[in-house]
């Protein structure tokens, strides 16, 4: 699977407002969104096409909470293969980011060659998805496991809602 590279965009403080906007809330409606930027409904509809035209806006998403779904339990799983050969690797990706409970798979660099999180209901079928979908892989020389205790979603780079400005600003110090 190759990923499309945005070309070249020019993008503004107006582009910058919508995609922050967008990343908060991707259900916002082309009104309500061209109100919070602060333009014109039809050139917001403009620019969030030119956007997705252009590769930089490449899907909206909703976040899932997996413990209502009954996977409670997060685990990254750090994978290292014994060779790094281009079919095998990109045969192992394709064979981890299908496999059911896994969320995110990293092709990285270091000790390291995968890192994958990964959501499931037990020890037991977390035990199972490492030993029955990837140790059985025969490129893989190691894996080793860490359990998630909790996650926080980082504040990405997109420039900060006024709100959450606001709170900064407003949060006592001690």
């Keep these: 699977m190759s990923r499309r590279v945005p070309q070249d965009p020019q993008l503004d403080g107006t582009d910058l407002k919508i995609l922050a906007a967008l990343s908060r809330d ?83 660099s270091g000790d390291d060659d995968f890192l994958v999180h990964a959501a499931v209901a037990t020890p037991q079928d977390l035990r199972d998805l490492i ?16 359990l998630v205790f909790e996650a926080r979603t980082g504040v990405g780079i997109l420039p900060p809602s006024p709100a959450s400005e606001a709170r900064k600003t407003t949060r006592p110090t001690r």
């Design 26 to 108: 991707g259900r916002l409606t082309n009104a309500a969104l061209a109100a919070q930027v602060g333009v014109a409904e039809s050139t917001c509809a403009y620019r969030v096409r030119a956007l997705r035209a252009s590769g930089v806006i490449t899907a909206i998403h909703a976040h899932v909470d997996t413990a209502a779904l009954g996977r409670p339990l997060h685990a990254i799983i750090r994978v290292r293969l014994g060779g790094h050969y281009r079919d095998p690797v990109h045969t192992l990706f394709d064979r981890l980011v299908e496999t059911p409970g896994v969320l995110t798979v990293f092709h990285v």
């Design 131 to 146: 030993l029955e979908r990837i140790t059985v892989h025969p490129g893989v020389r190691q894996t080793q496991t860490q």
